[in-house]
């Protein structure tokens, strides 16, 4: 399956998308990494990878929409099959995730329901719980809300602060995120027409 991820930034989760894509069991092929911003560390593991790189630059656009479509162009030129959003901090217009439904997952570093939107794990310390975790789910129109397809529970500590729970929930997303990218590329796991995961019987 081609493979486009969608960045913004450090690019751990890609690095690990692009580790498991090498293993010679993999069904996932990254053909294409794109970043709406510029110089970020994620586009130099992507070339050191030998995978090309575009920059959309949302900042030069004048609408979502807008932005939206040239990302929409650039999956296409790629023949790209599959997007992972891969610490990608823009939310994509309805359009958009309507097209790609069902080939476009995204990794949220809390247990999906609990707690959406910005800083999971600050929201998780604040309301005490002793376990939070990371979600890997289809993208849904409404935000942090699609279809789960991995989950991986991390303990929260006695003296956590947001980066030490940060980087313990980000150890875990590095094994789910392969984990579901397999399991979709591979074609066990699909999103249903009623929009709930659909587990395919390997015949
Ligand atoms: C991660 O913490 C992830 O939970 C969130 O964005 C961050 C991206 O990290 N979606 P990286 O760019 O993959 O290192």
């Given at each position: 399956t081609r493979v486009g991820v969608l960045i913004s930034g450090t690019g751990?989760?890609?690095q690990a998308l692009i580790e498991q894509a090498r293993r010679p069991s993999s069904c996932a092929e990254i053909v294409v990494v794109i970043s709406n911003r510029p110089g970020v560390q994620g586009l130099k593991r992507a070339s050191m990878a030998g995978i090309q790189t575009r920059v959309v630059d949302h900042k030069l656009y004048g609408s979502r929409a807008e932005f939206d479509g040239?990302?929409?162009r650039v999956l296409e030129e790629f023949g790209v099959e599959l997007v992972c959003l891969a610490g990608f901090m823009r939310i994509l217009t309805g359009t958009f995730v309507k097209k790609w439904t069902g080939k476009?997952?995204?990794i949220h570093p809390s247990l999906l329901p609990s707690f959406k939107g910005v800083n999971?794990?600050?929201q998780a310390l604040q309301a005490g719980v002793r376990v939070t975790g990371c979600t890997v789910h289809f993208v849904a129109e409404e935000v942090d809300?699609?279809?789960i397809v991995v989950q991986e529970p991390v303990p929260v500590l006695a003296h956590d602060t947001e980066e030490s729970l940060s980087d313990r929930i980000r150890e875990a997303e590095h094994r789910a995120f392969p984990t579901a990218l397999e399991l979709v590329a591979g074609g066990s796991v699909q999103l249903g027409d009623d929009g709930h995961i659909l587990?395919?019987?390997q015949n």
């Open positions: 751990t989760n890609l040239t990302i929409d476009l997952l995204n999971a794990q600050k809300a699609g279809a587990w395919k019987t």
